[in-house]
């Protein structure tokens, strides 16, 4: 089993709807979780740390469930530029290294 | 942040040879990670560049394959050694300041033929 998995999609996201995708993780005594974008060709960037009691930023909001070992992301009012691979990271502890999901793809359409 | 700069951006290799791949960071920084990433896969993590040192290999990669150097808090080397079609792939430096966030250079597509 892998220690973080992601639907792979892609969701294919009218312009302006909302879209949301979880990812799941194995170790229960994960501490950090992130979320990352990935545009095509391009080296993944911070979207937004994910905080127990979860956390807003924009269009975007993130969650997590402990009890269910899962974390979410939630797009609003989705924009063409918001096409990309959401990457879902993972961390055991303050030094532990950094798990990465293979991805979710979203494709917003016009 | 940082802005961190990787050569090549892409090369196309012979198998058996070898290809080094540079990361320059404009500030010091704690750590260096070295990934992997190949087609439709998440990032892999090669090791960890110490400053001064030997790198800290992950599992299944061994440190004859893959070569790191870390001469200073700013640069670090990979080298991926006799090369094989199966090291096709996108390697990517990367940076932290302990505080769990990543920073990634831009990468080095890598094809062997």
């Known amino acids: 089993r892998k220690e973080v998995e992601q639907d792979p999609g892609p969701f294919n996201v009218p312009e302006g709807a909302t879209v949301a995708f979880n990812c799941t993780y194995s170790n229960s005594a994960s501490q950090s979780f992130f979320w990352y974008r990935q545009d095509c060709r391009k080296e993944p960037k911070l979207l937004m740390s994910?905080?127990?009691s979860g956390n807003e930023d924009g269009r975007f909001t993130a969650q997590l469930n402990r009890a269910s070992q899962y974390i979410s992301l939630l797009i609003r009012d989705s924009k063409l530029s918001d096409s990309a691979t959401y990457l879902c990271?993972?961390?055991?502890?303050?030094?532990?290294?950094?798990?990465f999901g293979a991805g979710t793809q979203v494709v917003v359409t016009p | 942040s940082a802005v961190i700069s990787q050569k090549p951006s892409r090369d196309i290799c012979q198998r058996g040879t070898s290809l080094t791949i540079q990361c320059q960071v404009d500030s010091q920084v704690t750590m260096m990670f070295w990934y992997r990433q190949q087609p439709g896969q998440s990032l892999t993590l090669i090791a960890t560049?110490?400053?001064?040192?030997?790198?800290t290999y992950e599992s299944g990669f061994v440190i004859d394959k893959f070569p790191i150097s870390r001469p200073n808090l700013t640069f670090s080397t990979l080298t991926v050694s006799n090369m094989s079609p199966e090291d096709s792939s996108i390697y990517l430096c990367s940076v932290s300041w302990g505080t769990g966030e990543l920073f990634f250079g831009e990468g080095s597509r890598l094809t062997v033929l």
């Open positions: 994910v905080y127990s």
């Open positions: 990271v993972v961390r055991a502890d303050s030094w532990g290294k950094l798990q």
């Open positions: 560049a110490n400053q001064g040192s030997e790198a």
